[in-house]
C-alpha cells in the first residue's frame, strides 16, 4: 500500500465531499427520520407499522423479480448474438440500445400511454382487423411492461461487455475438446458471463423494485408498489418518518437480496462490471 | 518413423480473407507418431493451416484426410485432434482438476477413471497435488503444463501446438521443449508444432515445414532444411546465411566474388545463374593472402561463444561466426571448403536475403516478433 500524498489528498478531497454530503448525509438523515417521531424524539413506532406494509413490500418485490427474469431472458440471448457478430454491427446496436437513455425518462414512460391506451396506437391497430379494444393500461402487465422496457438496456450492456470480452479461445478450447455448441453455452460461456448477469440484474431488479412513477402511469393507481406508498408519505401523507422507516427497510431488503445473488454468482473473476 | 502410416493428409488447401490468399495450394502430409514443425515469420499461414486441421476453420477448396477419410465439414468437437493454444485458453472458472477433466467427462467416462487418469496426466506434466489449485494462481509454465494435461487426457491422435511456448521466458523455454518433445516420444502421438523460432523447430521436430507467403517453402528433417535449403529464404529464415550471386560454369566449379571455386554440386545447366550460400560458421578466417577470398572487417560483436564479423569483400558484406579475434579495419583472408557451399537454383527470394550490409541485431529480433 502506498502512502497518500499530499496531491492525491488534494486530488481526491472532492470526491471524498461528495460522498459526504449526498450519500452519507442523506443516509443518516434518512435514519433519523426512520426513528424519531413528528416532534423529534426517538421512537420505534414508525418500524413498528411496517408490518401493516408487509403485502406492499411482498408486492413489489415481486414485481420486480418478474420484470428482472423477463429482462435477462430477453438480454441474455441478444447479447450472445450481438458479441458475436460483426464490429461495426455490434457498435450501432449498442448505440441503438442506449439511444433510448438520450430521452427522458418521464416522456419515454408516458409515450407508452398513447400506445396502450383504449383508443391507444395498438388498439387502433387491433380495430382495424375486427379486434379489441383490449384493455391494457392500468395493468399489471403494462406495470411489468413499463419496467422491462425502462430498464432493459441496463441489463444488456453489462451481459454484452462481459461477451465481448471473452476470449474467444475458451469456446475453441471447450469446442476441441468434444463440446457441442449447447454444452459449451452452458458449461462455459454462461459460468464466465455471470458477473454481467449479476451486474444486470442489480440494475434492474433495484429500481424496478423502488419504482413510483411507472406504476402511478401505467398502473394508472391499480398497482401500489412501495414506491408509491414512500412518495405518498412525502408528498401527500408528509409523514417524513414514516416515509424515512419504509425507505429504510426497503433499502434492508434489497440489499439482503443482492447479498443471496452474490453468494450464489460469487466468483472472484476479473471479467466482471463493478457498479 | 518413415514407415508409419500417414495420419493427416491435406491436398491442394487455399483459403482466402478479404481477397487476400492466406494459404496458397497447401500439400503436405503427416505421418503417424511424428513430430512435425510449420516454421515460419509471422503471417505465412502456418497458425491458419492448424486451424483448418482442428476443424475451426473451413478452406475455401482442397482436402484434409484424416486416416484416408475425409473430414472437410466435420466439426471441431468430432475430430480426434486437440489444440494446445497459444495463450493456454485454460477455464477461468474451473480448477486445475476440472480443467483437465473437460474433455473426459464429455466423453461420459466414469468418476473414478476420470480421477485416475487426471492423476495420472498431472503426473505427466509433473503437476502432481496441483489438482485443486485455481487458474489464476499459476504460472504462466504451470499454466502451459495444464494445457497440456488437459489436451492429452482426451487420447487425441494429433496434438496441434500452437506456439506454446511464446509466452513463456527463454530458460522456462528450453526447459519445455525438451519436456515436450519427450512427453511426445513417451506417448508416441503426432505433434503437429508452430512456431516462429528456428532454433525450437530444429531441436524438437522430426520433420520441419518452412512456411511463407502463404506457401510451403521446404519439407524436410531439421538437418535437410539447414544444409540443404531449397531457396534464399529458406536459407535466411533457418541460421544465418551467407547467399552470393554465382554461375555454375560446369559440375563441381562455381564462380562468385569474381572468383571460380571448386564445389561438390552438380546438375546445373552450364552457365547457370545461381544463389550460392554460405554458413557464416563454415568459414574460416585465415591470413589475408592465404585466403581464398579477403577483405576489410567492419564490425566485431562478441556473442558469447564466438565473435560475429562482418567483412567487406568488394562491396558484398559477410558474416562469419569465429572464436578468432579481429579488430575493426583489419584485413582478413577467409577459407571455405568445397562442400561448405550450397548451389541453389534461383527463386522468387534471390536477392532479397543473404547480404548484411544493412545487418542490425536489434532490427532481427524486432522482425522476428
Not at chain 1, 434492508?252 to 460469487?266: A, E, P, Q, R
Request: aromatic fraction near 10%; hydrophobic fraction near 45%; proline fraction near 4%.
Amino acid at each position: 500500500m502506498k502512502k497518500t500524498t499530499l496531491l492525491q489528498k488534494i486530488i481526491n478531497a472532492p470526491y471524498l465531499l461528495w460522498s459526504a454530503l449526498f450519500i452519507i448525509a442523506p443516509m443518516i438523515m434518512v435514519i433519523y427520520y426512520a426513528f424519531t417521531d413528528s416532534a423529534g424524539n426517538p421512537t420505534f413506532d414508525n418500524i413498528m407499522q411496517i408490518g401493516d406494509y408487509a403485502s406492499t413490500f411482498m408486492l413489489s418485490i415481486s414485481y420486480g423479480a418478474v420484470a428482472t427474469v423477463i429482462c435477462l431472458i430477453i438480454a441474455y440471448p441478444f447479447a450472445y448474438f450481438l458479441a458475436q457478430s460483426g464490429v461495426s454491427f455490434q457498435r450501432m446496436s449498442v448505440m441503438l440500445v442506449m439511444l433510448p437513455m438520450w430521452m427522458s425518462f418521464l416522456i419515454r414512460t408516458y409515450s407508452w400511454l398513447t400506445i396502450l391506451g383504449e383508443s391507444g396506437v395498438l388498439n387502433r391497430i387491433f380495430g382495424l382487423v375486427g379486434l379489441g379494444p383490449f384493455h391494457m393500461l392500468n395493468t399489471g402487465a403494462a406495470v411489468i411492461l413499463g419496467m422491462v422496457y425502462n430498464y432493459l438496456p441496463y441489463m444488456i450492456l453489462p451481459i454484452y461487455t462481459v461477451m465481448a470480452k471473452m476470449d474467444n479461445s475458451l469456446v475453441e478450447a471447450a469446442q476441441d475438446l468434444g463440446s457441442s455448441k449447447l454444452h459449451c453455452l452452458r458449461r462455459v460461456i454462461i459460468p464466465l458471463s455471470v458477473p454481467g448477469i449479476a451486474s444486470g440484474i442489480t440494475m434492474v431488479f433495484v429500481p424496478s423494485v423502488s419504482t413510483f412513477y411507472i406504476t402511478q402511469k401505467l398502473g394508472g393507481g391499480q398497482i401500489t408498489l412501495i414506491g408509491d406508498v414512500i412518495e405518498a408519505q412525502f408528498q401527500s401523507a408528509y409523514n417524513y418518518n414514516l416515509g424515512a422507516a419504509l425507505s429504510l427497510v426497503l433499502m434492508v431488503m434489497i440489499l439482503i437480496c443482492l447479498g443471496v445473488l452474490n453468494y450464489f454468482t460469487d466468483s472472484d473473476d476479473d471479467g466482471g462490471v463493478v457498479i | 518413423m518413415k514407415n508409419n502410416p500417414v495420419i493427416i493428409d491435406l491436398k491442394n488447401i487455399s483459403v482466402s480473407f478479404d481477397n487476400q490468399k492466406i494459404l496458397n495450394n497447401i500439400n503436405l502430409y503427416i505421418r503417424d507418431g511424428e513430430f512435425i514443425t510449420l516454421l515460419g515469420p509471422s503471417g505465412c499461414g502456418k497458425t491458419t493451416t492448424l486451424r483448418i486441421i482442428a476443424g475451426f476453420l473451413q478452406q475455401d477448396s482442397g482436402d484434409v484426410i484424416f486416416e484416408g477419410k475425409n473430414i472437410n465439414g466435420v466439426p471441431a468437437y468430432k475430430r480426434q485432434v486437440n489444440t494446445i493454444f497459444q495463450r493456454y485458453a485454460l477455464f477461468p472458472h474451473l480448477n486445475v482438476y476440472e480443467n483437465i477433466a473437460f474433455g473426459l467427462r464429455l466423453k461420459k467416462m466414469k468418476e473414478k477413471d476420470i480421477q485416475q487418469k487426471v492423476k495420472e496426466m498431472l503426473a505427466l506434466v509433473n503437476l502432481s497435488g496441483f489438482g485443486s489449485r485455481k487458474i489464476d494462481s499459476l504460472s504462466g509454465g504451470q499454466q502451459q503444463r495444464v494445457a497440456i494435461a488437459r489436451a492429452l487426457a482426451v487420447e487425441p491422435r494429433v496434438v496441434l501446438l500452437d506456439e506454446p511456448l511464446g509466452a513463456l521466458d527463454l530458460k522456462l523455454r528450453k526447459d519445455m521443449q525438451v519436456e515436450l518433445k519427450n512427453i511426445q516420444q513417451k506417448l508416441g502421438i503426432t505433434f503437429i508444432y508452430v512456431t516462429h523460432d528456428q532454433e525450437e523447430a530444429l531441436s524438437m521436430s522430426d520433420t520441419v515445414v518452412v512456411m511463407n507467403n502463404g506457401e510451403i517453402q521446404q519439407i524436410g528433417t531439421p538437418l535437410d532444411v539447414y544444409n540443404e535449403p531449397k531457396n534464399a529464404f529458406v536459407a535466411d529464415f533457418i541460421g544465418e546465411s551467407n547467399i552470393l550471386d554465382g554461375i555454375m560454369h560446369e559440375d563441381f566449379s562455381v564462380e562468385f566474388s569474381s572468383i571460380s571455386f571448386k564445389c561438390v554440386d552438380k546438375g546445373f545447366k552450364k552457365d547457370e545463374p545461381v544463389d550460392v550460400v554460405i554458413r557464416p560458421e563454415d568459414i574460416d578466417v585465415v591470413a589475408p593472402d592465404m585466403g581464398m577470398l579477403k577483405g576489410e572487417v567492419t564490425s566485431v560483436t562478441f556473442k558469447g561463444v564466438h565473435y560475429e564479423i562482418i567483412v567487406d569483400i568488394d562491396g558484398f558484406k559477410w558474416m562469419i561466426q569465429t572464436t578468432q579475434k579481429s579488430e575493426v579495419g583489419d584485413v582478413i583472408g577467409i577459407s571455405i571448403k568445397p562442400d561448405e557451399m550450397h548451389i541453389m537454383k534461383k527463386s522468387e527470394y534471390s536477392g532479397l536475403y543473404g547480404d548484411y550490409s544493412s545487418f542490425s541485431d536489434e532490427f532481427d529480433e524486432l522482425s522476428e516478433t
